[in-house]
């Protein structure tokens, strides 16, 4: 089992940044890949960005240049860096952890961003 706690959402304005944080912990060891996810009202699920175990880095091409994804390994902590954001950005971002037969989620924290 991983458990995963998102942290750092809230209210921005446009232009602005925010920092999400997701605290792993569990049977974090045999994660392939750990990334994050957004919902927005009416929409699908999306991938935002992903860390694979080995290091590749993936990120939807709405986010490049704007969004960073980085890891803190020894406190098991995942972060999103988002600058530059804007209202298309407002969604629910949750974060994602697999391993070769299990997909696990955090609660979801939601972001905000004001024209």
């Known amino acids: 089992q991983v458990q995963l706690v998102e942290s750092g959402g809230g209210y921005v304005q446009a232009g602005g940044s925010l920092r999400l944080s997701c605290a792993a912990s569990?049977?974090?060891?045999?994660?392939?890949?750990m990334g994050w996810y957004r919902q927005a009202p009416g929409k699908q699920r999306e991938r935002v960005a992903e860390?694979?175990?080995?290091?590749?880095?993936n990120y939807a091409d709405s986010v490049k240049g704007r969004f960073t994804i980085s890891r803190d390994t020894p406190k098991n902590t995942l972060y999103l860096q988002m600058s530059s954001l804007e209202p298309e950005d407002t969604a629910v971002y949750s974060c994602n952890a697999r391993t070769t037969s299990r997909t696990y989620w955090g609660q979801g924290t939601q972001v905000t961003v004001s024209s």
């Open positions: 569990g049977n974090i060891f045999r994660l392939l890949a």
């Open positions: 860390i694979h175990s080995i290091g590749t880095i």
